[in-house]
């Protein structure tokens, strides 16, 4: 497992190299440095002077990818990509445009984006599988077919809908919780409870009907037959043959996301107020900090990578017959 | 909580403790319901009762630090932090300079290119050098702050240097030792010097330079001596231009004559920098908190930053060493529960707590449920707040009218326009022929029109290029764009459509046909526009207004990188674009059109390019007066010189709405002054008791959703063992 995990590790290190090229690539071809540097001196009594002072100042001044006046290996290394993403592979994500310590900034807001992020997932994964299991005891029969006509509506909807329904409802009409905002240690339930029920309600439809497709394979086995045989009942059969067997599958989709959690979510951090990373990436495009905006890409590619190897040692976990490396 | 677990898991009564989680669930709504707070209020750290005065922001700032802070979402935190030595009366209109961090307005004294005094009445011409002297008041302190508890030697307080303290730091507060000192001359002198500095990047460093003697000399000097990370103490640094008197006494001297230098004396870039803060924030440990002249600005104000966390909140307190400030005596004219407060000490607030609300839409409704205490009106939201009677005054909507909120308008200090690239073969230049085509598209773009479907009526179709308010604004028919309107009983009225094809034939396009080429004449609009559903109806509206005319438009949507890009490489045609104005004077709207702010080929604010010697040798008179009847006779020509050349079709002036909650005091509304939250005062009890009428939560619909679970599980079960009863075959 550790000569597989290795091998993984040392795949993923071209990946970011390239995504940071990629990243570099797109950012630049929408947006000059210089343009980044008015953005962020402002756009009254600027000279050119001090639009260079400020290029050098934030190591703007050098050429993309290739430095054609450096010789050697300057040609690569006095180049923006290498002094802009090579600090990157040992973590060292620097100063944003504005002046801010990026490192400080993404410690300070993972907590808020976990604080949604954490209860968003355990709630939803929970409330989809009940729900599609419930779907199964009633399977091909009118509950059924209800419950998935449903779970197609609710796809069918668009997230802003649920948010501007829930801050509706529940924050201006009945006046049950604030509309946004968020406050630290234990009062954050008081922010992060709308947009909690919001994401599950949103989610709710995708989530039930992959849960459901994922048991209902599992349903037609024998060893469900068997348990059935048994005299278990059904709820019995579902719980601890069907689920048991199904969360392979399950485990694939959740363990991946885990590392990304810290990201936040774009949307709900956005409009609820919540001073999470999803939010500061969204701010940083807005604000073209292309500091922040490599270095939430690059942690963001990390994590999914991360994600992928814990999905590979879960299986191993899970599912004894899987071998890493062999 | 922790004990109370610990407690129960001890006593391994494993099927108690489960039963202790709801309990506990419910036993923290209890207390929530029990402190008197509505379920909804967001303001968990603060009671309604408390005088706190609540707002919000949509845009965290960029950057607090004075030297370089210039859009209006940092002046509107730094100018309640800092003292720049004068300030707008908060009452006078038109707008006037007195005295803030000064005894008295600065004296000037004018003198020959030998430095010896001329009279007042000196020409300008003969004027080579304006020395400015200030004289600061005695009992200006700073907020408390670690950086000034220093020992004898002038090192830190040890205390305030610990690493282990220094890693956690969040705000410079949370230190153990503060302290303050007497605002002096050479912190006003170290600031400007601070303007020069490589590693600060001031805007207005170039204006600046322009002016003051000595200061791009010392941008030499500190470009040499300047080292990434490393404090660079200015003291040491002389600049020619400026020199300290006394402790109290500053004299700044300008190359040539520049009237218009008090105004930036009134803005936030003239505020003292202490040399000890900027000292204490370039230490590392320090930098890598976050924790800078970006974040916590030191000042002398009325306030001082208390924390900044720019995602969530900005909480400002009342600075302790505030000198005496009071209320300013107003006329017997004004309102009389405003001159009531006349003579009382500001500021009437303890705390301000503006809390970040990016979308529009939460931070409506928390206004309407109290828990802001003013808001700031306009897009989607307009159509909810305001009301335009039949007369075209604005009002409030009558919901928000029955819970007693005020509304008030202030037409601000910009203006909006249609610029042509006057260096374009096609639509620029002084020709008579392509300055004939500019009128035809002045009369068809429909200031009222754009201002009624796109605006909501936000702005005041404008005539010329100075906004109602500054001195030189002219209303009804005086002023009146004559090629652009006519006056009927008084009032300006539009030209017709017939007018604007009389002008075509004049330019030779009749009825837009291009008489060389035998096809329809094509302009090209160049914008940032276009992203969004309004951005885009916007540029359909613009082209049918053209193909009225009969030309064709094409509209040219760009990155807003790109269109800037475009604008500075002067290949725009067409444009629109904006100017707010940095103090009320005519001349820094007329600037708009002087050659020597062309953008190209000098990068100015001259967007249109536009050249004319009689305009500049006009307005090169107009900036050096004061404001006297041959200033405004100046005013009224150039006004004139740009409506007859029409290098751009003045589209409207913005006004800004915003509604007080009925507990805010009486305010006077103030387009240019940014430091105005000294005046506001609060009735917190007022707040305290309309809070808990407009946020009573309403149960039943909770009761049914809990009633309608509680009937799905009792279904499900009931459909389940139904189900289970059931002989197999009867199954699915």
Request: net charge positive.
């Amino acid at each position: 497992m550790t000569r597989h995990i290795l091998k993984r590790v040392l795949s993923a290190i071209p990946l970011l190299v390239g995504i940071n090229l990629i990243t570099l690539l797109l950012f630049f071809a929408v947006n000059t440095p210089e343009a980044i540097a008015r953005a962020h001196l402002g756009n009254k009594h600027i000279t050119e002077e001090q639009v260079h002072v400020w290029l050098v100042s934030h190591d703007y001044q050098y050429p993309l990818f290739y430095n054609a006046n450096a010789s050697g290996l300057g040609a690569i290394t006095q180049t923006l990509w290498w002094h802009k993403a090579m600090p990157l592979f040992i973590f060292h994500f620097g100063m944003s445009d504005n002046g801010s310590d990026i490192d400080t900034d993404i410690k300070t807001r993972m907590w808020p984006s976990l604080a949604l992020a954490i209860p968003l997932l355990l709630i939803g994964v929970i409330t989809n599988i009940v729900f599609s299991m419930f779907l199964l005891i009633f399977r091909y029969q009118l509950v059924d077919k209800i419950g998935n006509i449903f779970c197609v509506l609710a796809m069918s909807i668009s997230p802003l809908f649920y948010i501007m329904v829930g801050q509706y409802l529940v924050a201006r009409t009945w006046l049950w919780l604030p509309v946004s905002g968020y406050v630290g240690g234990i009062d954050a339930w008081h922010f992060v409870l709308l947009p909690v029920i919001v994401g599950v309600a949103g989610g709710i439809g995708v989530g039930t009907r992959w849960y459901r497709s994922l048991l209902l394979e599992e349903v037609h086995q024998d060893y469900v037959r068997t348990a059935r045989a048994k005299g278990q009942t059904e709820w019995q059969v579902l719980w601890r043959q069907v689920l048991p067997n199904a969360l392979l599958p399950i485990l694939t989709g959740i363990v991946v996301i885990i590392p990304s959690l810290f990201l936040g979510s774009l949307i709900l951090e956005s409009f609820f107020g919540i001073p999470g990373l999803g939010n500061y990436m969204l701010e940083a495009i807005q604000q073209q900090d292309y500091a922040i905006v490599r270095s939430m890409v690059f942690l963001g590619s990390v994590l999914y990578i991360v994600g992928l190897i814990l999905t590979d040692i879960a299986y191993a976990i899970v599912d004894p017959r899987v071998r890493l490396g062999s | 909580m922790w004990i109370f677990l610990q407690s129960t898991n001890n006593q391994g009564n494993r099927a108690r403790t489960l039963w202790y989680y709801p309990l506990l669930f419910s036993f923290c709504l209890c207390l929530t319901a029990c402190s008197g707070r509505s379920p909804n209020d967001p303001h968990l750290n603060w009671h309604a009762n408390d005088n706190v005065f609540f707002s919000s922001f949509a845009t965290s700032p960029k950057t607090l630090d004075p030297s370089r802070a210039y859009n209006d979402d940092e002046i509107v935190f730094l100018a309640q932090v800092v003292e720049p030595p004068l300030q707008y009366s908060y009452w006078r209109k038109p707008y006037r300079l007195e005295p803030q961090s000064v005894t008295a307005l600065p004296s000037v004294v004018y003198e020959d290119a030998r430095h010896q005094p001329l009279p007042s009445d000196a020409s300008p011409e003969q004027i080579a050098y304006s020395v400015y002297t200030l004289h600061f008041r005695g009992d200006l302190r700073y907020q408390p702050h670690p950086a000034f508890a220093m020992n004898p030697d002038g090192s830190f307080a040890k205390e305030n240097l610990d690493p282990h303290r220094l890693a956690t730091l969040s705000t410079p507060m949370q230190m153990p030792k503060l302290a303050t000192r007497q605002v002096t001359a050479a912190d006003y002198a170290y600031a400007i010097k601070r303007l020069a500095s490589p590693s600060v990047s001031s805007p207005i460093y170039s204006l600046m330079a322009h002016y003051i003697v000595g200061l791009s000399a010392l941008r030499q000097t500190l470009a040499k001596a300047y080292h990434p990370h490393q404090f660079l103490d200015l003291r040491a640094f002389p600049l020619s231009g400026v020199k300290v008197l006394d402790a109290q006494t500053l004299q700044i001297e300008l190359k040539g004559n520049y009237p218009q230098f008090p105004y930036w004396l009134s803005m936030t870039f003239f505020v003292p920098i202490p040399w000890e803060v900027d000292k204490f924030y370039a230490n590392p440990m320090v930098a890598k908190q976050n924790i800078s002249f970006d974040t916590y600005p030191v000042g002398s104000g009325p306030y001082y930053i208390a924390e900044n966390n720019p995602n969530q909140q900005i909480v400002l307190r009342k600075n302790p060493y505030y000198h005496d400030d009071f209320f300013p005596a107003l006329p017997e004219t004004m309102a009389p529960n405003l001159r009531a407060l006349s003579g009382k000490r500001m500021p009437f607030i303890d705390t301000v707590v503006y809390s970040r609300e990016a979308e529009a839409l939460p931070r409506w409704q928390k206004f309407l449920q109290g828990y802001y205490d003013s808001a700031g009106v306009g897009g989607d939201l307009f159509n909810q707040a305001i009301r335009i009677a039949a007369n075209g005054h604005t009002l409030l909507a009558p919901e928000l009218y029955a819970k007693h909120m005020r509304l008030q308008v202030q037409v601000l200090p910009s203006v909006f326009y249609l610029g042509f690239n006057m260096q374009d073969p096609l639509v620029g230049g002084t020709s008579a022929k392509n300055r004939a085509l500019r009128h035809a598209i002045g009369i068809l773009l429909n200031s009222e029109d754009f201002n009624e479907l796109f605006l909501n009526g936000q702005g005041i179709p404008a005539q010329g290029p100075i906004p109602i308010g500054i001195v030189g604004a002219q209303s009804g028919c005086h002023g009146m764009d004559p090629y652009r309107y006519r006056c009927v009983q008084g009032q300006p009225q539009r030209l017709t459509l017939a007018d604007a094809k009389a002008w075509l034939v004049r330019a030779g396009y009749p009825g837009g046909i291009d008489p060389k080429t035998k096809q329809v004449l094509r302009l090209r609009f160049s914008t940032a526009m276009g992203l969004s559903p309004d951005e885009r109806s916007t540029l359909d509206w613009l082209r049918q207004q053209f193909a009225h005319l009969g030309i064709a438009l094409d509209v040219e949507v760009l990155q807003p990188s790109r269109f800037e890009e475009l604008m500075r490489q002067g290949h725009a045609e067409l444009f629109f674009w904006g100017w707010q104005a940095d103090y009320p004077d005519p001349e820094n709207f007329l600037m708009l059109l002087y050659s020597r702010n062309k953008m190209i080929p000098y990068g100015g604010e001259n967007t249109c390019n536009y050249d004319n010697p009689r305009y500049d040798s006009l307005f090169k008179q107009m900036r050096l007066l004061p404001n006297n009847a041959t200033r405004a006779q100046l005013i009224d020509t150039l006004v004139s010189i740009s409506q007859q050349d029409a290098p751009a079709i003045w589209l409207f002036y913005p006004r800004s709405y915003r509604i007080l909650q009925p507990w805010v005091g009486p305010v006077i509304s103030q387009g240019i002054a940014n430091n105005t939250l000294k005046y506001v005062s609060l009735n917190p009890s007022m707040r305290q008791t309309l809070q808990r009428a407009w946020n009573k939560p309403t149960i039943w619909p909770l009761l049914i959703t809990l009633g309608g679970m509680i009937l799905a599980v009792f279904m499900a079960c009931y459909a389940y063992r139904r189900r289970q009863q059931k002989r197999p075959g009867q199954g699915s």
